[in-house]
């Protein structure tokens, strides 16, 4: 019973005003002036955690021993491997936020 009380929404980000379903917009009237400035930000978010990912990415290449085959590591002691794993679900947000500037 509970669940049908439960509603999402998307939020911006740097207002956090909750986004209409039914337009599909990105942002809201209030930021629509900003648009590039917004778009240019989470771009560069995505820039930044594709970098730290394949940064991660290289470094456990290196302590497997072979670059050139998936990284396989399931050290839990490691820090890197949570510091790829945080990075890579962070990478999937940035990209999901500029996916919805589908132009």
Sequence with gaps: MLILFILTYR?????????????????CKNCAGKEVD??????????HQQLMFSQLWTECQ??????HQEVLCTNR????FYK???????LQAAQAALDRFAW
């Design 84 to 90: 790829r794993k945080k990075v890579q679900i962070d």
């Design 62 to 67: 290196r302590c497997q021993g072979s670059m």
């Design 11 to 27: 939020k911006i980000y740097e207002m956090m005003n909750i986004l209409s379903k039914v337009t599909g917009a990105p942002l």
């Design 77 to 80: 002691d490691c820090p890197i």
């Design 38 to 47: 917004v778009y240019a930000n989470t771009l560069q978010d995505v820039n």
